[in-house]
């Protein structure tokens, strides 16, 4: 079992690197592959999928997006495969946000998660997951910024704190922006 490799990647496909540790390439799928570059060295955190027919690599960035991952597929009718997706689309803090108020609409919006799963996933890890202290701090940062910048704007704080838990916390502060003002205008 690898807990982490580090190498250089050498390739960047459309779900997937290959990273080069040792003149050894590993196949590693990853949530956003594009976060990668080419001919930089990278730590990569690992989790060893093994099946019948099946050995794939998934790798994180993050220890954080690890322990997420691996909190995902133990839920019933949830696999890597579609657990990857969840954390490329949603922001770690938004996830485990929306398990916790049992937000539905939000775990509904990414591929192949239907009502029931969304249900699954709340009844199998509301009140098990715990955000790190660093990124908490982080994301409250972020989401101050945010909000400072669309009260400049002239909306009102009731209007934003109804937005400001859809936007995707992972992208940069302009794009965070762009995407809470195409909210509000809905």
């Given at each position: 079992m690898f807990d982490y490799i580090i190498g250089k990647v050498t390739d960047i496909k459309n779900n997937s690197i290959v990273l080069e540790n040792n003149e050894i390439g590993y196949l590693i799928y990853v949530s956003n592959?594009?976060?990668?570059?080419?001919?930089?060295?990278?730590?990569?955190?690992?989790?060893?999928?093994?099946?019948?027919?099946?050995d794939s690599l998934y790798g994180f960035k993050t220890m954080e997006e690890k322990e997420l991952f691996l909190k995902l597929i133990n839920v019933k009718g949830l696999g890597p495969k579609m657990a990857l997706p969840m954390l490329a689309t949603g922001s770690i803090s938004g996830i485990i946000d929306a398990i916790e108020r049992e937000n539905i609409l939000y775990l509904k919006k990414f591929p192949k998660i239907g009502e029931k799963l969304a249900r699954q996933i709340i009844l199998d890890l509301k009140g098990k997951l715990v955000l790190s202290k660093d990124i908490d701090n982080?994301?409250?940062?972020?989401?101050?910024?945010?909000?400072?910048?669309?009260?400049?704007?002239?909306?009102?704080?009731?209007?934003?704190?109804?937005?400001?838990?859809?936007?995707?916390?992972?992208n940069s502060l302009e794009e965070q922006i762009k995407e809470a003002l195409k909210l509000l205008l809905k």
């Amino acid at each position: 079992m690898f807990d982490y490799i580090i190498g250089k990647v050498t390739d960047i496909k459309n779900n997937s690197i290959v990273l080069e540790n040792n003149e050894i390439g590993y196949l590693i799928y990853v949530s956003n592959p594009y976060s990668y570059e080419i001919d930089i060295k990278t730590k990569v955190y690992i989790y060893e999928h093994i099946r019948e027919e099946e050995d794939s690599l998934y790798g994180f960035k993050t220890m954080e997006e690890k322990e997420l991952f691996l909190k995902l597929i133990n839920v019933k009718g949830l696999g890597p495969k579609m657990a990857l997706p969840m954390l490329a689309t949603g922001s770690i803090s938004g996830i485990i946000d929306a398990i916790e108020r049992e937000n539905i609409l939000y775990l509904k919006k990414f591929p192949k998660i239907g009502e029931k799963l969304a249900r699954q996933i709340i009844l199998d890890l509301k009140g098990k997951l715990v955000l790190s202290k660093d990124i908490d701090n982080n994301v409250n940062k972020n989401e101050e910024e945010l909000i400072e910048a669309l009260l400049a704007l002239g909306y009102k704080e009731k209007e934003i704190k109804k937005v400001i838990t859809l936007v995707n916390k992972d992208n940069s502060l302009e794009e965070q922006i762009k995407e809470a003002l195409k909210l509000l205008l809905k």
